[in-house]
């Protein structure tokens, strides 16, 4: 290798390493700042600033899930299975909302309860045909008949 | 000097590229057509239902293989930004700079086929979470790219200075893998695994993992094409080049 090229080499390697380094220290420093959501344990912790508007997420809990009959009005508890937080929104739900589902809500601290203004379903990353599904929850249920999962809605 | 160097060095030079990339690329089109065409129909028509989502799940077959091609073509042209900036090949600065607009179009497809999924499945089109934002930082780099490279009168320059910030945005790379796994987001995590199981049913997998090597196939055959489109724009005047002109009007 002849020295211009060595000398090449080793200056982009360098600004490549500080490039780096950079990066590094910014994503740490984002850290905490660049979470998208907050968890009820969290909020319950007094992580969340009063009167912030926030996103807080978590699952769905089974059989929570109250609509109003003259309105869109839908009352449900959010939980992270420690603590739980009771969410109202007004409004058209996305197609994954149900019980059971993780959900990420937008909005801030009404008192006791937490006042949404958005709400969007999180997806998971598994993907599977239902009959493959059914076959998992039978097997979930042959094991385990008092843990009390409530079957999901089949679409 | 050894077989492989010697090699090595042949095929850097503009001419023998030219003409190995003449035979190679309406192979690799061909095969990329007819693998999409199979990968689409799997996925389309062949794969079953999800048992949460519906048919709406199916643009998965082209949103996560664009998502990889739009990493991919990055990681493949900052490894020929890097050796055009250290040793100054004319080749690299080629190869680098025409695989710029083709990843640029998969990231988009992936950030426009994103978009479409997230309305009905999230409920809305976009939103600020850490990996749809580097994705959108990824599509930018792309553009600084593609204009800086535009901008500068000098051609060998030009793919130099954009050479370098291809290099430098390489940090963004693993920022798009990981900020699923760093942050909260609302994107879900990775469902192909390399390592450990993937979380997506063999009948599914199929069609996504024949997408997946139609789109890296179709780059390669992108890249030649618009490879040797540059080579000739740089080299006209050479003697290859005129010669090539000459058996063409012949």
């Keep these: 290798m002849t020295p211009t090229r060595k000398r090449r080499l080793i200056i982009v390697s360098l600004v490549l390493a500080a490039v780096a380094v950079a990066a590094t220290l910014i994503a740490l420093t984002l850290g905490e700042n660049t979470n998208y959501l907050y968890s009820p344990s969290e909020v319950h912790a007094g992580h969340v600033p009063a009167d912030a508007t926030f996103r807080l997420g978590g699952v769905v809990l089974e059989n929570s899930v109250k609509r109003a009959s003259d309105s869109l009005r839908v009352d449900f508890i959010v939980t992270d299975r420690f603590k739980e937080m009771p969410v109202q929104y007004t409004g058209i739900l996305p197609d994954l909302f149900r019980e059971g589902q993780s959900i990420v809500a937008t909005g801030k601290m009404q008192g006791d309860h937490f006042a949404a203004t958005q709400i969007l379903a999180k997806h998971d990353e598994t993907y599977m045909p239902p009959e493959v599904h059914d076959a998992i929850d039978k097997a979930k249920h042959a094991q385990a008949p008092l843990a009390g999962a409530a079957p999901e809605r089949e679409q | ?250």
Aim: net charge positive; charged share 15%; aromatic share 14%.
């Design chain 2, 1 to 250: 000097m050894n077989t492989l160097t010697y090699w090595f060095h042949k095929l850097g030079s503009p001419p023998t590229f030219h003409r190995i990339a003449t035979r190679v690329e309406p192979w690799c089109l061909a095969l990329a057509l007819a693998l999409g065409a199979i990968g689409l129909y799997g996925g389309f028509v062949l794969a079953p239902r999800d048992y949460q989502q519906g048919d709406a799940y199916r643009i998965i077959f082209v949103h996560v293989p664009c998502a990889w091609m739009g990493l991919f073509a990055y990681a493949f042209m900052a490894v020929n930004a890097f050796i055009a900036l250290v040793w100054r090949i004319k080749l690299n600065e080629v190869l680098a700079m025409a695989s710029a607009p083709v990843g640029a179009a998969f990231t988009f497809v992936t950030l426009v086929t994103g978009s479409l999924w997230g309305k009905p499945m999230w409920g809305t089109w976009w939103t600020w979470d850490a990996r749809l934002t580097s994705e959108l930082f990824l599509l930018f780099l792309y553009f600084g790219v593609i204009g800086l490279h535009n901008a500068i009168e000098d051609r060998r320059q030009a793919a130099r200075a954009a050479s370098f910030l291809a290099l430098v945005g390489v940090v963004n790379l693993p920022i798009v893998h990981f900020s699923v796994n760093w942050w909260n987001t609302l994107h879900q995590g990775s469902t192909v695994r390399l390592f450990g199981p993937s979380k997506i049913d063999a009948s599914m997998l199929w069609p996504l993992l024949l997408m997946a090597l139609a789109t890296h196939i179709w780059f390669f055959a992108s890249v030649l094409a618009r490879a040797r489109a540059g080579l000739i724009e740089l080299d006209a005047g050479k003697d290859w080049v005129r010669k090539l002109a000459q058996d063409d009007a012949s």
